[in-house]
Structures are given as structure tokens and as C-alpha cells.
């Protein structure tokens, strides 16, 4: 589809954006919806984009009503109730591209349907290397093209390469800077306790136990230190105003939202590193703040509730810096730009 401006011809993209994230679909939405001649469309958590979902807040999209009449036709089976599974010709008749964020099923069954369009792969770092390869390897044979968040992937073994590598983005302004106060350390993590082993629940309880500390997400409620789910405002305001971030990451994605949310505030964050487990904190956390065991990361978190605040504003100032250099969302939709020739 073309646009024609004062003589001169600018392409539209019409996108697709099949989602299995609500926080990213947020995140993902609002940086492609921002870009001029480009229309987006995602019949995930954002089905009814002015109403929003329950961890962020609405989105202003704008797109012909009939695009989300067209899903009237699709008839979900016992087996994939998802909707997201049964794509039909109607459904996607009006799209040129589709975006498919992490899971391989919708792209293969339904391709019939959308082997005529772009199709793109939106990886989301919850895939493990042999499932990855045996995918990533049939999704090329067909012509799919492979988007990766982050560059450490090119070490493994497998790697089967990518045609870009877009981090995810956000903007700065949503950040105010840190400010601290509260002599405590929080951490932001879903079912932490049902997940130790891959979101370091362990860890958590040895290096934070006694401190005054809060561990925010949803179904945590058998923790005594648990402060809910949050919404975006309420996690931003929970990075402005305590003195220590604990991050434990999420096997095997090599860095979540939440790390990156932090960064941007500049809370210290404190974690250990990641020997056998592919991780891009050592790139991310301050020196000060990367740790090789529970017992030093318990000193470090200890260090930033009592001690003098010059090196914690120092870290913070460096944290801020270094996420609008690699993620702010000025930079990432240029990616994007260039990537799907906006």
C-alpha cells in the first residue's frame, strides 16, 4: 500500500502483531504505532487498545473498525483455543506484514494463510537453544525473518543468525530519576517461588532476608514480603523511591523488562552472575552491583541501605545513561524504520 504526499511516494505498512506478552505488546505497540505510515493491529492483551490491561495503562491506536471485525470469523478448537492459532484469509487480508512474538505454532499453523505476507519472527529470549535451532531452521526454509533483542546469541553453537537485531524499547520520559529514601531492597519477578530454579528464589531469600525488602508480582501471595502486582506507575514510583533493586533474572532470557525499567530509573541494582546461564547482566549491572555469590550480594545490598549514597547516585547516574543509549525509544524505532523500510 502507498501513500502519496506533494508528489512523493512513501510506502505504508500495515502489521499484524500476534502476541503472547502483555508488558512487551505494551512495550511493542507503542514504539511501531509511533511511526509515520505505519498501522498496527494486535488481537492480544491490546485487542481493545483504550482500555488497556491489567499491568499497563491504555494505548491511543488507531485503525478501521472492520480490521477487528474480520476476527469474527475465526473459530478456535478445544485443543488451541486461542484465536491466534486459526488465522483465516479474511482475518488477515488486510496486513502486508505479521509480526509473531516467541511462538513458533502460530506461524506454522498458519501458514497456508500467511505465506504471502512479511513474516517476521519477534524473538523474547524464552526459548532454549535446541527448540530454537530445530524452529529457527524450518522458519528460514520458509522465508520467515528472524528479530533478536540482543547480540549475545551470536555465541552459542547453534545460532542459525538473524536479518536484525532490535532491542526492545522504551521512553525515557516515562523514568523519573531516582531519589531512594526508603532503607529497603525490592525485586520485581512473577511466581517467583514456583519458578526458583529458572528466577533465583534462593538467592533472593538468602541475600535479602532480615532487611526491610518487598517482592512485587503477581502470584507471590505466600511471601511475607510480597507487595502485590503492580501496574507501570506504581513499579516506577517502587524503583524511585527504595535503595536497592535485587534482580534475578529470568532462564533463560539473558535480560528482562523489569531490568531494563530499573536501569532507566537508576536504582543500584545488585544480582550474581550467571555461570552456565546465558545472561547479559555482566554488561548491564554495575561492577559494584555484580556479585559471584549470595553471601557478597548480601554485603553489596547491605552496603546501599546503610552507607554513604555518593557511589549508589554515581551508579545510578551511569545505569540512566547507559539504557538511553541501548534502548530509548528514539534509537529503537530507527531500528525498526530501517528494518521494515520506513
Known amino acids: 500500500m502507498l501513500l502519496a504526499v506533494k508528489n512523493i511516494i512513501f510506502p505504508t505498512v500495515n502489521i499484524l502483531y500476534l502476541s503472547c506478552h502483555e508488558v512487551l505488546e505494551y512495550d511493542e505497540l507503542r514504539l511501531l504505532s509511533s511511526i509515520d505510515n505505519l498501522n498496527i493491529f494486535s488481537p492480544g492483551a491490546y485487542w481493545d487498545p483504550e482500555r488497556g490491561c491489567e499491568l499497563r495503562p491504555p494505548l491511543d491506536l488507531h485503525?478501521?473498525?472492520?480490521?477487528?471485525?474480520?476476527?469474527?470469523?475465526?473459530?478456535?478448537?478445544?485443543?488451541?483455543?486461542?484465536?491466534?492459532?486459526?488465522?483465516?484469509?479474511?482475518?488477515?487480508?488486510?496486513?502486508?506484514?505479521?509480526?509473531?512474538?516467541?511462538?513458533?505454532?502460530?506461524?506454522?499453523?498458519?501458514?497456508?494463510?500467511?505465506?504471502?505476507?512479511?513474516?517476521?519472527w519477534r524473538d523474547i529470549g524464552q526459548t532454549c537453544p535446541p527448540e530454537e535451532e530445530a524452529n529457527i531452521c524450518r522458519a528460514k526454509d520458509l522465508g520467515v525473518e528472524i528479530v533478536r533483542y540482543w547480540d549475545g546469541y551470536a555465541a552459542r553453537d547453534e545460532?542459525?543468525?538473524?536479518?536484525?537485531?532490535?532491542?526492545?524499547?522504551?521512553?525515557?520520559?516515562?523514568?523519573?530519576?531516582?531519589?531512594?529514601?526508603?532503607?529497603?531492597?525490592i525485586g520485581m519477578c512473577q511466581s517467583i517461588e514456583d519458578r526458583k530454579d529458572s528466577c533465583r528464589f534462593q538467592c533472593w531469600d538468602d541475600s535479602t532476608s532480615g532487611m526491610p525488602r518487598t517482592m512485587y508480582g503477581r502470584s507471590n501471595d505466600g511471601l511475607a514480603c510480597w507487595g502485590g502486582p503492580v501496574d507501570y506507575e506504581q513499579a516506577i514510583d517502587a524503583m524511585v523511591s527504595n535503595n536497592a533493586y535485587w534482580y534475578g533474572g529470568t532462564r533463560p532470557?539473558?535480560?528482562?523488562?523489569?531490568?531494563?525499567?530499573?536501569?532507566?530509573?537508576?536504582?543500584?541494582?545488585?544480582?550474581?552472575?550467571?555461570?552456565?546461564?546465558?545472561?547479559?547482566?555482566?554488561?548491564?549491572?554495575?561492577?559494584?552491583?555484580?556479585?559471584?555469590?549470595?553471601k557478597e550480594l548480601r554485603q553489596r545490598i547491605n552496603s546501599a541501605l546503610t552507607s554513604d549514597r555518593s557511589l549508589m547516585e554515581m551508579i545510578a547516574k551511569d545505569q540512566r545513561a547507559k539504557a538511553v543509549k541501548k534502548w530509548d525509544s528514539a534509537h529503537v524505532i530507527n531500528l525498526w524504520k530501517d528494518f521494515l523500510g520506513l
Not at 487480508?93 to 511462538?103: A, G, K, L, R
Open 253 to 294: 532470557a539473558p535480560y528482562t523488562l523489569a531490568l531494563m525499567e530499573a536501569m532507566f530509573v537508576g536504582i543500584p541494582i545488585f544480582t550474581v552472575r550467571n555461570p552456565g546461564w546465558e545472561s547479559a547482566a555482566s554488561g548491564l549491572v554495575s561492577d559494584f552491583g555484580l556479585c559471584n555469590n549470595s
Open 63 to 120: 485503525y478501521p473498525p472492520e480490521w477487528k471485525e474480520k476476527w469474527k470469523t475465526i473459530t478456535p478448537t478445544t485443543e488451541k483455543p486461542d484465536h491466534k492459532y486459526h488465522l483465516t484469509e479474511e482475518s488477515v487480508e488486510p496486513f502486508d506484514t505479521v509480526i509473531v512474538m516467541h511462538n513458533w505454532d502460530w506461524v506454522f499453523d498458519n501458514w497456508e494463510v500467511i505465506k504471502n505476507k512479511r513474516v517476521i
Open 159 to 185: 545460532y542459525q543468525g538473524h536479518n536484525a537485531i532490535i532491542p526492545f524499547g522504551k521512553f525515557k520520559d516515562d523514568f523519573p530519576e531516582w531519589t531512594g529514601g526508603r532503607q529497603a531492597v
